[in-house]
């Protein structure tokens, strides 16, 4: 890799500066972070998404933690917003979504919009931003009573806004979103029971199921966590919950693993084998020497299914693969991270906007087929951010430092 081509240092902070630009544009004034369409404008007929304001947080968090100006306003603005505006004050938690005028729409309180909740609270609390301490005293006893279940030993997906009801599905998507905010938490809080929550989940999800299934993930299991192989196969492209195996998410739960094993003081030898053996399943199914860019869905027998791109599927498999060199040490690794960076670069840098085409189509078009506008920074920060830090503790605590 060059020092100024694609994925150089000097190059990710480049994309980096033009990134938070844009970001800037989704502030809402009256409180939170509204969903941009193509060219950065406020999409008037999109509600509030939890999930949007609290990446948002985390990334103007560690936008702190690097020095850059304002961006501690913006994280206490998110703070803010996520106590106020989407907070249920009958029944604690946050609602998933509220419309302009500040009401639940639906009322469901899900697990995978607390992830990020949590998330954000773990990097505001590490960048000073005000009430976060507060919020993250509130993010952790919300997962600990009301969404992890030690029975199983993973967290439940869904329950009623008085939490007394549970919703039968589980999913492995807001799981491994919670082993990134549990991880998170466990820095932060200094309890090291979130960091033995992860490995839980870990070894269930990943030890258990995906090892069962040559690799691929299920994504979709009943209440007893029996994996639903066909679920959603009407609607492959489901936007959270796809048929089928998603290449993304084995990168993303590949580089989960190998921070989880960075910070323990004594890693489970399986964990840089299961690693390794998500990563390569992933590549074997998805990734072509005649096409550029990573299909977003594959059947169990590793043929594509839905095969637009998206922006966050290449982010975390260059994370993936830097993460893998750099905990193996294996040059391998360093090829796929320099063909993505030039892929990211050729393909997914909207140089008009300075964000990231977030769908494309299987020959490197516009698509809108599963989402439109540039709604999430949360994956290409992370994408340009995390290989200049160590695999753990978590970026809050390190950002500040390099």
Not at 67 to 80: I, M, N, Q, T, W
Not at 290 to 315: L, M, S
Not at 367 to 387: F, V
Request: hydrophobic share 40%.
């Amino acid at each position: 890799m060059s020092d100024q081509g694609p994925g150089s240092t000097e190059w990710r902070d480049a994309a980096r500066e033009r990134l938070l630009t844009f970001a800037r544009r989704s502030v809402r004034e009256e409180g939170g972070f509204v969903w941009l369409d193509d060219e950065g404008d406020p999409d008037p007929d999109m509600n509030l998404e939890l999930w949007i304001t609290a990446r948002m947080t985390y990334v103007f968090a560690l936008a702190h933690l690097d020095g850059e100006p304002d961006a501690l306003r913006l994280a206490s603005h998110g703070v803010a917003a996520i106590t106020m505006l989407f907070h249920d004050d009958e029944f604690g938690g946050w609602f998933a979504q509220v419309d302009l005028d500040g009401l639940p729409v639906g009322d469901d309180k899900l697990c995978y919009e607390h992830a990020f909740v949590l998330l954000a609270a773990s990097a505001a609390a590490a960048a000073g931003a005000e009430g976060a301490d507060a919020l993250l005293t509130e993010a952790t006893e919300i997962h600990h009573r009301m969404f992890w279940d030690a029975d199983s030993g993973r967290a439940i997906e869904q329950r009623s806004r008085d939490w007394t009801s549970i919703d039968s599905y589980r999913g492995a998507n807001s799981n491994m979103h919670t082993v990134e905010a549990y991880l998170f938490a466990a820095d932060m809080t200094g309890n090291t029971v979130w960091r033995d929550r992860a490995l839980s989940i870990c070894e269930r999800i990943i030890g258990i199921h995906a090892r069962a299934h040559d690799w691929r993930i299920p994504e979709h299991y009943d209440s007893d966590w029996t994996p639903i192989p066909d679920y959603n196969e009407d609607r492959p492209a489901d936007p959270f919950r796809p048929f089928g195996a998603t290449p993304g998410h084995a990168f993303e739960w590949s580089r989960l693993l190998l921070q989880l094993a960075a910070s323990l003081d004594e890693p489970r030898p399986w964990m840089e084998e299961a690693a390794e053996a998500l990563f390569a399943r992933a590549v074997d199914d998805a990734v072509s020497d005649e096409f550029p860019g990573i299909p977003y869905t594959t059947d169990w027998h590793g043929e594509p299914v839905v095969e637009e791109r998206f922006h966050w599927v290449i982010a975390e498999a260059v994370l993936a693969a830097s993460a893998l060199h750099r905990y193996t040490g294996q040059a391998m690794y360093e090829g796929f991270v320099q063909r993505w960076w030039s892929e990211i670069a050729d393909h997914f840098i909207d140089e008009a906007t300075g964000s990231w085409h977030h769908e494309l189509s299987a020959t490197m078009g516009p698509s809108t087929r599963t989402w439109h506008g540039k709604p999430d920074t949360y994956h290409a920060y992370n994408a340009l951010t995390l290989p200049d830090l160590p695999l753990a503790p978590s970026a809050a605590l390190t950002i500040h430092h390099t």
